[in-house]
């Protein structure tokens, strides 16, 4: 009786083949289950850092302004070194950029840099000393184009109402031209590779190409964060910062109001 009763019980204590292959299938299906839900956790958790990251380059920005009288920053400075060439985006007129010129206010190069963006990293040209830094490590921002200098179709042209101590400034635009800072988009999730977004919106008879946001990114489950004029960030979708208004202009990057 003692040997019978040892082996029944070490017969209850054995798992059988299908035993153990159903309990590994309900692992598998947790697993599939729980995955995603840890991959969206943490994709949240990302997002809200990116939107951090916005809302300090948005202080930066708005310093930057009530330094510079009330002025939008340009999204490039022209060095002035290369005679003849008015392109302000062209090397070596386009070593120093928006990013570059916040730097002071913002005092960090990873603010520049979105977490879930992968690729190339920021490199502040005048304040990291990267004179031979290739010219195209932008971060992960885009600053909306139609703020720049030399994108809008004013006529006369204006004059410039304030000068940078290193850089020339063709043109510049004031906060004030901006009739709804609450829905126009000022800095957006982009590629790694640009500065700026084409929004072509300079003027209000401007209609963008259907490549005009073409330089952003949706990277966080589909929704890119977006930083306002007035300083709040926002996660949306693209086809809802890509609206258009009746006369085909691209709502949200325009300064006028629509």
């Known amino acids: 009786m003692r040997l019978f009763s040892s082996q029944s019980k070490t017969n209850r204590c054995a798992f059988t083949l299908i035993e153990l292959l159903v309990v590994i299938a309900i692992i598998g299906i947790l697993a599939a289950i729980l995955f995603p839900v840890f991959g969206r956790a943490r994709e949240n958790a990302r997002r809200s850092s990116c939107q951090s990251n916005l809302k300090q380059i948005g202080l930066g920005l708005i310093q930057y302004s009530q330094d510079y009288d009330e002025t939008f920053v340009p999204d490039w400075f022209s060095t002035g070194t290369s005679p003849g060439n008015t392109d302000p985006q062209s090397t070596p007129n386009g070593e120093y950029k928006w990013m570059d010129a916040i730097y002071p206010y913002v005092k960090s190069e990873q603010v520049f840099n979105c977490p879930s963006a992968s690729g190339k990293r920021a490199i ?49 635009l004031n906060l004030s031209e901006a009739a709804s800072p609450g829905t126009t988009a000022y800095v957006i999730d982009g590629e790694n590779d640009i500065a700026t977004f084409y929004s072509q919106i300079a003027s209000p008879n401007t209609i963008p190409s259907p490549g005009g946001l073409g330089q952003i990114e949706a990277r966080h489950l589909e929704t890119l964060n977006t930083l306002f004029l007035d300083g709040h960030v926002k996660a949306l979708k693209l086809d809802a910062l890509n609206k258009r208004n009746p006369a085909g202009v691209i709502s949200s990057a325009t300064l006028q109001d629509d």
């Open 124 to 172: 502040p040209w005048k304040y990291f000393g990267n004179i031979s830094a290739p010219t195209d490590n932008f971060g992960s921002y885009v600053i909306n184009h139609g703020y720049g200098p030399g994108h809008r179709n004013d006529s006369p042209p204006r004059t410039p109402p304030v000068s940078h101590p290193r850089f020339a400034i063709p043109e510049v």
